[in-house]
């Protein structure tokens, strides 16, 4: 899912140079009118307390002109001349939007991470100065400051989600203010991360109340030629849920609509894979061991972890089919891809069962059990973050 894809984070969406004159005369004032004992309303601004105005226009210019560094200097230095004013405020919300663009063409987690930092100093700032500051008085501000509280919640809640904080990403959803004009690509950007964030935690009630929140939607854009690319991600996510609570019909549905919608699908391997737990769960062993096969063959690999479920699947697969040779070699490469994690020490117990089966058999001679008694060992894959 791309990050920051909300328009209302575009540098000049609030502040362009035709209504800035306006804009400004009315940040000065108010910044003139707080009981901070700077100025006072009726004094003529000598030029040394002019100077932050005249610093915001300039880091105004250069967010415009998309010189980001210099911006984000510019409006920093407001910010701190004009402490405790909706123009501090102003200036520290500019800012945000600077350091916004320089994350975009400079990404790493410790700018990402900075910037939510910034984010949430700036949300505590606005909060108290709404909660100290008359109403009556600044009524226009405060309509716009609320507004600017939502959008900067909003790139903190993306940046959470970007940096994998998964469960801070709930908290900063719920916290976000929903209203009847929300557009279309707003609620999927925040259903979907909400859907990824339950998966991810392993929430799967949670999970499936967000697909079907999405439900209509996606039935919608899936009959769009082509449709949007965010379903193949929304369609394997319902899939997994799917698998996850038994509802294997569904799954296997799913998954098929991605192939047939999405020739060219990015997530073809954990399609695969989760269309190979469905057609185990058929007993159709060997049609899924081939499906298997190929994710693993794909160039470049599979991810560990993508790599650990499959060879589970396959151990599973000839577990079920009382192949306790081939069993014992999956679970092996598991214990070897999943070392340190729940999947190690549960391949670890299945493989001593499948030793112990496996001994018993060679020394009664008896031939082994090809039934499917077994299959109930697709319930004990770990339960593990992703």
Known sequence: MAIFSNDAFQGNSFLNRRS??????????????????????????SPTL???IAL???????????????????????????????LALEAGYFELIAKRHRLASEPSTQNCEELA?????????????????????????????????????????????????????????????HH?????????????MRLECCVQLQRWSDAQESTESLQIIAEEKLAQTPPPSWLEKYLLRKAEVAMVLGKWKDAESDVWKIRTHFPECKVSSQVDYVLARC?????????????????LATQPPPA?????????????????????PDAIAAYEQVAK????????ALAQRQLALCQQAYGSTVASGSEPNAGNSLRSTQKQTPKQPR
Not at 118 to 147: D, N, R
């Open 20 to 45: 800035h004159g306006l804009l400004t005369l009315g940040l000065m004032t108010l910044w003139m009118a707080q009981p901070s004992g700077l100025i006072a309303q009726t004094s003529a601004p």
């Open 117 to 177: 930092n910034s984010c949430s100093h700036w949300m505590c700032s606005a909060k108290a100065w709404m909660h100290s500051t008359p109403k009556q008085e600044v009524a226009h501000y405060s309509s716009k400051l609320a507004q600017r509280i939502a959008w900067v919640l909003t790139l903190e809640t993306q940046l959470a989600f970007a940096s994998g904080r998964w469960l801070e990403t709930l908290v900063l959803l719920d916290q976000l203010p």
């Open 337 to 344: 891809l999943g070392a340190d994690s729940p999947w190690s």
């Open 56 to 86: 915001y226009r300039s880091a105004n210019e250069a967010l415009a002109d998309k010189e980001y560094v210099l911006a984000s200097q510019g409006f920093e230095q407001v910010a701190r001349l004009t402490s405790g004013s909706p």
């Open 304 to 324: 560990a972890p993508l790599q650990t479920k499959v060879w589970w699947t396959i151990a599973e697969s000839h577990l079920m089919q009382r192949n306790f």
């Open 50 to 52: 002019a100077d932050p």
């Open 279 to 295: 057609l185990v769960n058929d007993a159709k062993f060997e049609e899924a061991r081939q499906l298997l096969a190929s994710v």
């Open 180 to 192: 009847a004009s929300d557009s279309q690509e707003a609620i999927i950007e925040s259903s979907m």
